[in-house]
């Protein structure tokens, strides 16, 4: 059960190695947080978060492997995660990839394979989730967008168009569940410094992983449905949007 | 949501077909702060349909009536005739069953104890069936009843030792302490001098100042406490009207300055020796009534309260959660501190024996959850509780602690509930009542 500061007991993480995810999930450790299951393509990976969560006093910790890309894991994967926590309380939908944008490499395989990772994927499990929650009457999704998906440029349009599509099914998802006691969250985060994004040139206003899990953190308490990490963000886009293409496609970065 | 009309409904409800709506709570007027009477995914039992008066016996001084009714209804009907509730809470929009199941306290709780000191019977419609319980018959499941927070079962009916009165007036004295000390020791000097007494603490105020208050004590005037052209119709009693708060403020209003501003000027306004003054009787007990959905002014997000009581003796843990409070700079328009006495025989009841502060907690602070949780092992360090009525966030880890009798009451309510379909989203969130059971309708 969600308390009066939005803190949840029970999470389900997809994602749940990603450094963004592992923040977060630190942060609640520490507030309501008392089982968990995690996901992620690699088990290994998710153990390292799990014995951290265990040793943080997380009572139940189960790793799962899921592969957003694989349909029709999907239903039966929420099934159980619904069966091991009973109810949830909270679901963070971490996984995405950047891939490329390189022209040469981008077939329909990895195209389809981006918008799956980035957009249906995620979009699938809120949904699936989404409908259980309802049942039970509350429940918070956090889903990652990104301001790559605000307007979509060259260096990674396909990545930001599938985070552009995920950002407006999280908000129509969100319509959709209004007076129904759950709840959707969008992040938008900018350059954030994490193990997907290394060893690229940062952008306009960096941040860290905890930076965004603090940032995610705190709209739990507030119930924002969609928030900008750094929040700086939300004002230099409005005005991005703005920039005529010509010009927008010569901005560095 | 179901609203039954009558005890054979609630009956029906309860007992014969409980399967037909899952897991359910019983409401009365919504007034907890929190979120006893919510049961996401489940059924709301609204039980104001039950408001039947159904005798006052003005030989024994005592009144029967539905749990449904309201106080405000209660005052309209008991004051003219010189009688006043034997304990009310500062708002008079609670329902007699909201009140029975947070075994309520008032400003006279240091003479006069909890509600369920003054219930002579109650009759409790749970699952396993009807019980007409009291202090004596059936007393297990009075005692998890009164404080049960609406899980034992639904309480239709209730008969409830009144207090008679002479006027519908108040003799209150008001006076300023400069601190927390002076504060302390002119709310135990004497105390049982004055049936009523409070302090409003100025929660900003820090240093030296910490604990600054303005204490209001009172007791019922007599008719020859009355100004002669009163005493004619000593008990008149008209129920002042509401106003509401026009809109939600789209910010909180009560920002740390506008609240310190307001403070200094409330603690000035306040006479610094003792002042005697006549008071209409919701002046003194509901001074908040006056205003509809006042809670407007905390902002979108609105506000919960946070109320612990901690044992005499724990003087230096009170000191430092205001400490804490002040120094967080949490826009708490007052604090309310009184003490306690004894507790009562509920097994969940939140009184007991000490000092007991409470205040609004507006929602969306940051930094203000992890405060919260600071307190809470501090009061529980301390060897006091966090008020479950009050209750939205409370850390679940500390309630065995904090309530040392919940494993009682869970084997009573075990009984009255074996398939446990009482539930509210507190139980849930608290794990009051054991494992949750999932939810069996759409
Ligand atoms: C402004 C304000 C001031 C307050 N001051 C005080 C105070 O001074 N002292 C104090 O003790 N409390 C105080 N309270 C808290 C309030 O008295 C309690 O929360 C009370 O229980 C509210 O009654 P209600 O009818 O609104 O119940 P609800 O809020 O509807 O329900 C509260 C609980 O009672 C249960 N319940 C309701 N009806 C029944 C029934 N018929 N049978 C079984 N269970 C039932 C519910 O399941 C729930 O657990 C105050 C609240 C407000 C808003």
């Known amino acids: 059960m969600l308390d009066g500061t939005g803190m949840p007991q029970s999470a389900v993480v997809i994602g749940g190695a990603s450094d963004m995810a592992r923040d977060v999930l630190r942060i609640l450790a520490g507030r309501r947080l008392r089982s968990v299951v995690l996901a992620g393509r690699s088990e290994p990976a998710l153990d390292v978060v799990g014995r951290e969560l265990r ?17 029709a894991s999907l239903v039966p994967f929420v099934s159980e995660a619904v069966a091991d926590l009973g109810e949830v309380d909270l679901v963070l939908v971490a996984a995405g990839q950047l891939g490329t944008a390189t022209l040469e490499q981008l077939g329909p395989g990895t195209i389809s394979s981006l918008v799956a990772t980035n957009f249906s994927g995620p979009a699938a499990l809120a949904m699936e989730f989404a409908k259980h929650m309802v049942r039970q009457g509350f429940g918070r999704i956090v889903l990652f967008s990104s301001v790559a998906g605000v307007r979509t440029r060259k260096s990674n349009f396909v990545y930001g168009a599938a985070k552009a599509g995920l950002d407006g099914f999280a908000l129509g ?8 006691g759950v709840g959707i969250t969008v992040v938008r985060p900018g350059f954030v410094t994490t193990k997907m994004t290394a060893g690229m040139k940062p952008a306009i206003f960096p941040v860290d992983a905890e930076t965004v899990a603090k940032a995610v953190v705190r709209s739990l308490e507030t119930g924002r449905e969609v928030v900008w990490v750094p929040p700086q963000l939300r004002y230099l886009f409005a005005l991005l949007r703005l920039v005529p293409t010509p010009l927008w496609r010569r901005l560095p970065g | 949501m179901v609203a039954p009309r009558d005890e054979a409904e609630v009956e029906r409800l309860v007992v014969k077909e409980p399967d037909s709506f899952g897991r359910f709570s019983p409401r009365g007027l919504g007034r907890a702060y929190g979120d ?7 059924t709301v039992v609204d039980c104001r349909g039950l408001r039947s008066v159904l005798g006052l016996d003005r030989q024994r001084g005592t009144l029967r009536a539905g749990a449904g009714i309201s106080f405000d209804n209660l005052l309209e009907l008991l004051v003219p005739r010189g009688y006043f509730l034997p304990v009310t809470p500062g708002t008079r929009f609670v329902t007699l069953g909201g009140a029975i199941a947070s075994d309520i306290h008032g400003k006279n709780h240091h003479v006069d104890g909890s509600l369920s000191a003054h219930l002579e019977n109650l009759r409790l419609v749970a699952p396993a069936g009807t019980f007409d319980c009291g202090p004596v018959q059936h007393k297990e499941e009075f005692d998890a009843t009164c404080g049960g927070m609406g899980l034992t079962g639904v309480v239709t009916e209730a008969t409830l030792r009144l207090l008679p009165i002479e006027s519908s007036w108040m003799v209150v004295d008001t006076e300023r302490a400069a601190d927390l000390d002076s504060c302390l020791s002119l709310l135990s000097e004497e105390a049982s001098r004055y049936r009523y007494s409070v302090a409003w603490v100025d929660g900003l105020a820090r240093g030296r100042r910490l604990g600054r208050s303005v204490l209001t004590r009172a007791d ?27 809109f939600a403020s789209p ?15 409330w603690y000035r306004k306040a006479p610094s020796k003792r002042e005697t003054q006549l008071q209409p009787l919701a002046t003194f007990f509901y001074p908040l009534d006056g205003v509809g959905s006042w809670n407007r002014l905390y902002g979108p997000r609105g506000f919960t ?7 005499f003796g724990a003087e230096r843990a009170l000191e430092h ?11 708490s328009f007052l604090a309310v501190l009184k003490s306690f006495g004894a507790a009562g025989a509920g097994h969940l009841s939140f009184p007991m024996e000490g000092w007991t502060l409470a205040l609004d907690i507006p929602l969306g602070v940051p930094g203000l959850p992890e405060l919260l949780d600071e307190l809470d092992v501090l009061v529980a360090d301390a060897g006091g509780r966090v008020y479950l009525s009050k209750d939205a966030r409370l850390r679940p880890d500390l309630v065995p602690a904090m309530y040392p009798r919940l494993a009682e009451w869970q084997a009573v309510r075990a009984r009255l509930d074996p398939a446990g379909v009482m539930s509210s ?7 009051l009542a054991g494992p949750v059971l999932p939810s069996t309708r759409a």
């Open chain 2, 321 to 331: 959660a205001l400490e804490k409070l002040s120094g967080g700079r949490v826009a």
């Open chain 2, 251 to 265: 910010l909180s209003l009560l920002r740390p300055a506008t609240v310190s501003a307001f403070n200094e000027m």
């Open chain 2, 36 to 42: 006893a009477a919510q049961c996401a995914g489940g």
């Open chain 2, 425 to 431: 989203d507190l139980a849930r969130r608290l794990g």
């Open chain 1, 173 to 180: 998802l969100s319509g959709a569940l209004e007076g129904t």
């Open chain 2, 220 to 246: 019922h005037a007599l008719a020859m406490d009355l100004p002669v052209d009163r005493r004619r119709q000593p008990l008149s009693y008209r129920a002042p009207r509401v106003v509401e708060v026009p």
């Open chain 1, 55 to 71: 040793a943080l006093g997380v009572e139940s910790v189960r790793c799962r492997t899921l592969d957003v890309t694989a349909v």
């Open chain 2, 305 to 311: 309260q946070y109320q612990f009581v901690v044992p």
